[in-house]
Nanobody, 126 residues
Framework: QVQLVESGGGTVQAGDSLRLSCVASGRPVNSFSMAWFRQAPGKEREFVAGITWNGGLTNYADAVKGRFTIDRDNSKSMVSLQMSSLKPEDTAVYYC???????????????????WGQGTQVTVSS
């Protein structure tokens, strides 16, 4: 079993930056893709960004491309999401996810991911 714990959420103003972190524990996760999803009130959970096990491949949703950056530190079993130029429409609960399959891809479908964190709230005011 793997536990994922997110941190770094908060309330910021439009244009500000925020960095989310997710730490994994329980089992080694360095061989698996990880991703960030988000879910706004009344909306479905959506893919935000993903990264392969060694950081060699990343993928971003069009809505965040150029503003968000995902990276990981396997020595700390950590994946982070640097968010810049935040907009009110970025307001959501952000979830960290791990795909427990040794395949070097970054699916955007949430059901492809095996483990999930509890989420961290990000609120961007205008």
């Amino acid at each position: 079993q793997v536990q994922l714990v997110e941190s770094g959420g908060g309330t910021v103003q439009a244009g500000d930056s925020l960095r989310l972190s997710c730490v994994a524990s329980g089992r080694p996760v360095n061989s698996f893709s990880m991703a960030w999803f988000r879910q706004a009130p009344g909306k479905e959970r959506e893919f935000v960004a993903g990264i392969t096990w060694n950081g060699g491949l990343t993928n971003y949703a069009d809505a965040v491309k150029g503003r968000f950056t995902i990276d990981r530190d396997n020595s700390k079993s950590m994946v982070s999401l640097q968010m810049s130029s935040l907009k009110p429409e970025d307001t959501a609960v952000y979830y960290c996810a791990l795909r427990w399959k040794p395949i070097v891809t970054i699916p955007i479908q949430s059901d492809e991911y095996t483990y999930w964190g509890q989420g961290t709230q990000v609120t961007v005011s205008s």
